[in-house]
């Protein structure tokens, strides 16, 4: 008792000085900058393996023909596909993970994923048979989801901007992705299969470099700080009372996954918001599959045009719904994201079939994701957190993105059964309709709107 007395001084302490330093002049730009540098890590983690898989493929399954509906390229798929259904078990520790950032800190575990991803690719990068690929997969696909630099942004940018403040960060990354277009087109050789491992070298040392400087550039979120401070500025028969209203509200000055998972389900506004993002989350699956698609439509120099061309766009879509976000309100934001994500696919879909060209595929195709991401990020980032009080936060970010992306199976699970009935490109529509409908209407009737509140203020009971 009198050790953690003593530790918990000591870190008050340091808090404390923190606390009193000062802010520069270009604190907040800096931050920004070194954050959307993270987050550039964070999505071309995110989509160097959708836009590498069928040369990957290619390549560790010995495929000698490049036609994505060969015989041999359905086997490979149907060896890795499962494994990406399965890769969500280890999601299951995410939120415990995420949660040590309200005891210990965001600037740690920013640090942390940071790498973490920097690891994956390399390891992906440098498989040499199916299991070390598929390692690499699951091992990008547990830091991935974490997203601390939106937590660090929504607990630093002003209130009133904390929405376009995100989205333009990640509508910056999200078009920085066209370098993986660019890199394929610089590395990739359609007659040396090995060649797509050399897209991966440039993101892997910059994640590592960005990933270690990170903790030492960035400071503690004022939020946490703050919090924190609160916390262990507290006497023990405070922190009794206080344990003892925590547990009539559901909720805790201190996160944790299982306290989070009890204020989830009794919080209407969290208990709404998980139905409708479990609901969106089944029609994600297609982001995985985008570049069999191209492949098999177009030859593969002009898949590389594509590539360049569907993340400026989707960057542009980002960028522009953070302003919707902020000026219109989260749920009139996410019934336009919505809309743009299906009549995206639909065109694309048809861009593929009908011969169209990359320059259209690939404009389709980021209006399509730039609608499905941005919504999903409100859904699973931004709405959660402008619900939750400060000292659940983290946990209860992690545990909600865990319990809505569980929806993921749904759509995957009726992918791997029935794309060897029905074209993958057709399979997308007929899976993606019916449940981005039904996710927009309960969000629509369900959930209230987050918009203008105040972070600090929430509590237990402010959307009951």
Same mark, same amino acid.
């Not at 493929?57 to 359905?74: G, M």
């Not at 009737?445 to 203020?457: G, N, S, Y």
């Given at each position: 008792?009198?050790?953690?007395?003593? +530790?918990?001084?000591?870190?008050?302490?340091?808090?404390?000085?923190?606390? +009193?330093?000062?802010?520069?002049?270009?604190?907040?730009?800096?931050?920004?900058?070194?954050?959307?540098?993270?987050?550039?890590?964070?999505?071309? !983690?995110?989509?160097?393996?959708?836009?590498?898989?069928?040369?990957?493929?290619?390549?560790?399954?010995?495929?000698?023909? +490049? *036609?994505? *509906?060969? #015989?041999?390229?359905?086997?490979?798929?149907?060896?890795?596909? #499962?494994?990406?259904?399965?890769?969500?078990?280890?999601?299951?520790?995410? =939120?415990?993970?995420?949660?040590?950032?309200?005891?210990?800190?965001?600037?740690?575990?920013?640090?942390?994923?940071?790498?973490?991803?920097?690891?994956?690719?390399?390891?992906?990068?440098?498989?040499?048979?199916?299991?070390?690929?598929?390692?690499?997969?699951?091992?990008?696909?547990?830091?991935?989801? *974490?997203?601390?630099?939106?937590? @660090?942004?929504?607990?630093?940018? =002003?209130?009133?901007?904390?929405? !376009?403040?995100?989205?333009?960060?990640?509508?910056?990354?999200?078009?920085?992705?066209?370098?993986?277009?660019?890199?394929?087109?610089?590395?990739?050789?359609?007659?040396? =299969?090995?060649?797509?491992?050399?897209?991966?070298? &440039?993101?892997?040392?910059?994640?590592?470099?960005?990933?270690?400087?990170?903790?030492? $550039?960035?400071?503690? !979120?004022?939020?946490?700080?703050?919090?924190?401070?609160?916390?262990?500025?507290?006497?023990?028969?405070? +922190?009794?009372?206080?344990?003892?209203?925590?547990?009539?509200?559901?909720?805790?000055?201190?996160?944790?996954?299982?306290?989070?998972?009890?204020?989830?389900?009794?919080?209407?506004?969290?208990?709404?918001? $998980?139905?409708?993002?479990?609901?969106?989350?089944?029609?994600?699956?297609?982001?995985?599959?985008?570049?069999?698609?191209?492949?098999?439509?177009?030859?593969?120099?002009?898949?590389?045009?594509?590539?360049?061309? @569907?993340?400026?766009?989707?960057?542009?879509?980002?960028?522009?719904?953070?302003?919707?976000?902020?000026?219109?309100?989260?749920?009139?934001?996410?019934?336009?994201?919505?809309?743009?994500?299906?009549?995206?696919?639909?065109?694309?879909?048809?861009?593929?079939?009908?011969?169209?060209?990359?320059?259209?595929?690939?404009?389709?195709?980021?209006?399509?994701?730039?609608?499905?991401?941005?919504?999903?990020? !409100?859904?699973?980032?931004?709405?959660?957190?402008?619900?939750? =009080?400060?000292?659940?936060?983290?946990?209860?970010?992690?545990?909600?993105?865990?319990?809505?992306?569980?929806?993921?199976?749904?759509?995957?699970?009726?992918?791997?059964?029935?794309?060897?009935?029905?074209?993958?490109?057709?399979?997308?529509?007929? &899976?993606?309709?019916?449940?981005?409908?039904?996710?927009?209407?309960?969000?629509?009737?369900?959930?209230?709107?987050?918009?203008?509140?105040?972070?600090?203020?929430?509590?237990?009971?402010?959307?009951?």
């Amino acid at each position: 008792m009198k050790n953690q007395m003593a +530790r918990e001084q000591r870190e008050l302490a340091r808090l404390e000085r923190e606390s +009193r330093r000062p802010k520069g002049a270009y604190y907040l730009l800096f931050t920004m900058i070194v954050l959307t540098i993270i987050y550039i890590v964070d999505e071309i !983690t995110s989509n160097v393996n959708a836009a590498m898989q069928p040369y990957a493929l290619f390549d560790l399954f010995k495929i000698a023909s +490049r *036609n994505v *509906n060969s #015989p041999e390229y359905r086997t490979a798929i149907n060896t890795v596909a #499962p494994w990406s259904v399965a890769s969500n078990l280890f999601l299951i520790v995410s =939120p415990f993970y995420k949660a040590l950032s309200d005891r210990f800190g965001r600037r740690l575990f920013l640090m942390i994923n940071t790498i973490g991803m920097g690891v994956g690719m390399l390891v992906v990068m440098t498989s040499q048979t199916a299991v070390q690929y598929i390692l690499g997969m699951l091992f990008m696909m547990f830091f991935t989801p *974490n997203d601390m630099q939106v937590l @660090y942004i929504m607990e630093t940018a =002003p209130k009133e901007k904390r929405a !376009t403040y995100s989205f333009v960060a990640k509508g910056i990354a999200l078009i920085s992705v066209s370098l993986i277009g660019v890199l394929s087109k610089v590395f990739l050789k359609e007659d040396v =299969p090995s060649s797509w491992r050399m897209v991966y070298l &440039i993101p892997v040392i910059v994640a590592l470099v960005v990933g270690a400087g990170s903790y030492l $550039l960035m400071r503690e !979120t004022p939020v946490f700080v703050e919090q924190r401070r609160s916390f262990l500025s507290m006497t023990p028969e405070e +922190r009794q009372l206080r344990a003892a209203e925590d547990k009539k509200s559901g909720t805790a000055e201190q996160g944790g996954v299982f306290r989070a998972v009890k204020f989830i389900f009794v919080n209407r506004q969290l208990r709404w918001i $998980l139905i409708a993002g479990f609901l969106f989350f089944a029609t994600t699956f297609y982001t995985s599959y985008y570049a069999t698609v191209m492949e098999g439509a177009m030859a593969t120099e002009l898949v590389a045009v594509a590539l360049i061309i @569907y993340p400026l766009v989707n960057g542009l879509v980002t960028i522009t719904s953070g302003f919707f976000s902020d000026k219109l309100g989260r749920k009139k934001a996410c019934l336009i994201l919505g809309g743009l994500a299906l009549l995206g696919l639909l065109l694309f879909v048809l861009a593929c079939r009908q011969g169209w060209g990359p320059v259209a595929a690939g404009i389709f195709y980021g209006c399509s994701i730039g609608g499905l991401w941005s919504m999903s990020d !409100t859904l699973i980032l931004t709405m959660p957190a402008e619900s939750s =009080p400060s000292g659940m936060r983290a946990s209860v970010m992690g545990t909600i993105s865990v319990m809505i992306g569980a929806g993921m199976f749904i759509g995957q699970a009726l992918f791997i059964v029935l794309q060897n009935f029905v074209s993958m490109d057709l399979l997308f529509l007929c &899976i993606c309709v019916p449940f981005m409908a039904l996710s927009l209407l309960v969000l629509m009737t369900k959930v209230k709107e987050t918009r203008d509140v105040d972070l600090d203020a929430i509590t237990a009971d402010t959307y009951n």
